[in-house]
């Protein structure tokens, strides 16, 4: 089919850009060395698609891309295309949690974005696929496709399947409260065993509206992912043919010459956090899409995150703070469901571009709703007024840090601060029960810079609920707490404190207030006080002063603008 006179046709005009590659008497050498991988004139003289693929054996997320990618490539060549894969990194941020490894994790973001489009450049690729599937490889990807601006998709490998525990549905986080139940004595050995061998039964992403189900859901939502394809689970056999139809898809995209920028606007990132919050998504999503915007040189800040989930109700019921995990969503409509719900209440930008060339409110029109379905509630009936993320400010958190609400937390905490200067110190406390009702547990210099990376910490998170502590301790970090817990977790505070925030200056013992309702987080010091302590602050020294690390802290923003490396000029 794909050599038919008019798919021949019709492909001529779609391969302009990879002519500079292997057009003409001075590109022999180019089609003599792609000859030697197998490739044939009419092979060259299609159009060359890239596919960015982030496979690994590291971890269970992307461990099937090379499954999806094989089905891409043959979508690809029916569609009159030639595919060329190529690879680059993947961490795992659930493999690394609570290690010195998980600092490579935001960081592998920038990297992830650098060597897609370094790779694309490079090849002169008409068009280019990113398959995707971790936490850091979805945003890295999208990143990397708003810098090259030409014809472009992404696909999402999709959720793992629930482990099963004595009929309860397990992921990955109960895992984390596994250990922190079984070190307060809570559960015994045998039961604690059996959810670390239970909870993940095989491939694909973690199962609950966490990091990587929560950047599906932006992909779809922004555009970037054809609608109806990130939600397809794993292992299911759909996934097979989406990837085909993905392969397929990119033709017509170079076709119509849909590029990312057309597609990630300040309207579509404007959807991407309503669905976000809407949906109790993971708090990484704000550092996300402010990456994109500053990719995208678009205006966007973390005050209008805090505007749209302050008037987007929350109506998935999604783990880690609800009952189901991504399967079930997939089950009940999926995420064009979610996206009917919320242009029908005007929650969403309807007219906005997708990668299909229809817009998302086309899309979304065609959303099937499995009758009794329980998992996506009525805009009559939200779990709660407010969407799950929220921003707050005050004296501790001049440029802001983010907070994850289902709504029925505690509005005001307030407490004596727990000081540790890294997490595995924060971590042996609670581990040795160390930590009471009523405490705030600081845990700093995690920042983009004193980390460096942000270590995303849900072991000493979950490890605090896991004792039955999450609603009586607060937490808060210039790192990461993902938002992927059941208890009252702040993180991302900005600026951090390896530059002099004010996270830094805490001590022992110093009363922090949370007002929900106020959106405020402050520390009762006086001016004079604050005055003292800034005065006789020193930076202590870098964990690394060379390698990749160190690049990192060198070059990136702070949260409040992305923790981004990337300078848009």
């Known amino acids: 089919m794909a050599d038919s006179p008019e798919i021949r046709d019709r492909v001529k005009a779609l391969n302009t850009r990879s002519r500079a590659l ?12 792609l000859k030697a991988i197998g490739l044939t004139d009419d092979d060259l003289a299609k159009p060359l698609i890239g596919i960015a693929n982030t496979w690994t054996e590291v971890g269970p997320c992307n461990f099937h891309l090379r499954r999806l990618a094989a089905k891409m490539k043959e979508g690809i060549r029916a569609a009159g295309g030639t595919p060329l894969e190529f690879n680059t990194v993947s961490i795992s941020d659930g493999i690394t949690m609570g290690t010195e490894g998980m600092k490579a994790s935001l960081i592998s973001r920038e990297m ?11 090849n002169y690729f008409d068009g280019v696929i990113a398959l995707a599937a971790c936490d850091k490889t979805m945003p890295g990807a999208i990143m990397a496709l708003i810098r090259l601006n030409i014809p472009s998709l992404l696909l999402y490998g999709g959720s793992i399947a629930p482990g099963n525990y004595k ?19 809570k559960i015994d050995y045998e039961e604690y065993k059996a959810v670390e061998d239970l909870a993940c039964p095989g491939p694909g992403a973690c199962g609950g509206q966490f990091t990587a189900n929560t950047m599906s859901l932006v992909s779809e939502i922004m555009g970037i992912c054809p609608m109806g394809m990130a939600g397809v689970p794993a292992m299911d056999a759909e996934k097979d043919s989406i990837s085909y139809r993905a392969g397929e898809m990119i033709l017509q995209i170079i076709e119509q010459d849909i590029r990312p920028k057309q597609i990630i606007t300040r309207k579509s990132l404007e959807n991407a956090i309503a669905a976000a919050t809407g949906t109790g998504g993971s708090t990484n999503v704000v550092l996300h899409t402010l990456a994109f915007a500053r990719e995208a040189g678009i205006p966007f800040t973390i005050d209008d995150i805090e505007n749209i989930s302050k008037h987007t109700p929350l109506i998935a019921d999604l783990k880690p703070t609800g ?31 997708t990668v299909t060339g229809k817009t998302i409110a086309q899309e979304a029109a065609m959303a099937k709703e499995t009758p009794g379905q329980q998992v996506i509630r009525p805009l009559s009936n939200p779990i709660s007024a407010n969407g799950g993320l929220h921003i707050l400010k005050g004296n501790l958190a001049p440029d802001g840090c983010v907070i994850k609400l289902k709504g029925d937390e505690p509005r005001i905490h307030r407490g004596p601060a727990r000081i540790f200067n890294r997490e595995e110190d924060a971590m042996s406390a ?8 009523g405490d705030v547990v600081v845990i700093r210099y995690e920042g983009p810079v004193g980390g460096p990376g942000m270590r995303e910490m849900l072991g000493v998170t979950a490890a605090i609920t896991g004792q039955g502590l999450g609603r009586d301790v607060l937490l808060i970090t210039d790192g990461r707490f993902s938002g992927a817990t059941r208890g009252m977790s702040i993180g991302h505070i900005a600026p951090e404190a390896m530059i002099g925030g004010p996270i830094g200056l805490l001590e022992e013992g110093d009363t922090i207030i949370v007002d929900i309702d106020a959106r405020s987080i402050n520390v009762e010091w006086s001016d004079a006080e604050f005055e ?6 020193k930076a202590p020294a870098p964990h690394y002063t060379s390698g990749v690390l160190y690049k990192f802290a060198r070059t990136a923003a702070q949260a409040n603008d992305g923790a981004a490396t990337n300078i848009v000029g």
């Open 22 to 33: 292997v057009e003409g008497t001075d590109r022999s050498a180019a089609r003599a060395m």
């Open 112 to 122: 992830i974005a650098d060597s897609i489009e370094l790779v694309a450049r490079a």
């Open 167 to 185: 009929g309860k549905d397990l992921t990955v986080q109960d895992v984390f409260e596994a250990v922190g139940a079984y070190a307060a004595g």
């Open 323 to 353: 009952k189901y995990v991504a399967t079930d969503l997939h089950k009940a409509g999926g995420l064009p469901l979610i996206a009917q719900r919320l242009i029908e209440g005007n929650y969403l930008h309807g007219d906005c571009l």
């Open 430 to 437: 609670v581990q040795s029960q160390q930590i009471k009702k």
């Open 532 to 537: 003292k302590r800034r005065a006789a602050w």
